[in-house]
């Protein structure tokens, strides 16, 4: 299998950022890692070696980056403010060093957004900002409501930055055509903490016509690797 380590100072974030690639071709796949984690994150816990055979096939290339969540959403040390701000700066280092990354290395026109958990929304709400550059997502156990983080702080980049929030009122033609061209997957549990979470997503995107799909297993510990791992060899 490829396997490619990158580090580079990003001028968006103002720091050393790191991020692995695996595979030569195929299917392009940002991965957002879980609350806080790392680019060697999804290797570590399995993920990686449960898409080994379509990665060594050529069908999937993985593009697994870091986080900033302990600078933006999970910092207690800043305002909410700052929060956001960061957040906002760390998509910009998304689409403006890792898919010109991608594009370099992959001429497949789509592009995927991968996460689990609160990777989960970091999938959902770039694709969704972002339908013509990304052209889908698969969501596992995503966490789509993070007011709480907030504080009752709430501003235009809070709204346009929760899924749950922005969704309800979008009705730019612009969005919604690019919408229906693409494919959307949240997958979760019934025993997962986060199963209303998506129900809630789920009901949002139904209701602006957007097309998805929603997959709920009847699978113990379903907000875990073990269950992640069965559902991504599933939907990838």
Not at 53 to 63: M, S
Not at 138 to 153: E, I, K, Q, V
Request: hydrophobic share 35%; with cysteine.
């Amino acid at each position: 299998m490829v396997r490619e380590y990158h580090r580079d100072r990003s001028s968006r974030l103002g720091r050393e950022m790191e991020l692995l690639v695996f595979g030569h071709a195929g299917l392009p796949v940002v991965v957002f890692p879980t609350s806080g984690g790392r680019f060697f994150e999804f290797e570590d816990r399995g993920m990686v070696a449960a898409l080994s055979g379509k990665i060594d096939a050529g069908q999937v290339q993985l593009f697994c980056v870091d986080s900033v969540d302990m600078e933006s959403w999970y910092n207690r040390n800043v305002p909410p403010r700052k929060r956001i701000a960061r957040q906002l700066q760390y998509e910009e280092y998304v689409l403006g060093e890792v898919t010109p990354l991608v594009r370099t290395k992959n001429r497949d026109p789509r592009l995927v957004a991968l996460g689990c958990s609160f990777g989960g929304y970091h999938a959902a709400n770039i694709a969704l900002r972002h339908p013509d550059i990304f052209t889908g997502m698969l969501s596992l156990s995503g966490a789509f409501d993070l007011t709480n983080f907030l504080h009752g702080y709430y501003d235009q980049d809070c709204y346009f930055n929760l899924p749950t929030h922005y969704l309800p009122n979008l009705s730019d033609p612009w969005y919604l055509d690019r919408f229906r061209r693409n494919t959307y997957v949240l997958a979760t549990g019934w025993d997962d903490q986060c199963l209303g979470q998506n129900q809630a997503l789920d009901r949002i995107m139904s209701e602006r016509g957007i097309p998805h799909k929603l997959y709920v297993w009847d699978a113990p510990n379903s907000h875990g690797w073990p269950t992640w791992e069965r559902m991504v060899r599933e939907y990838l």
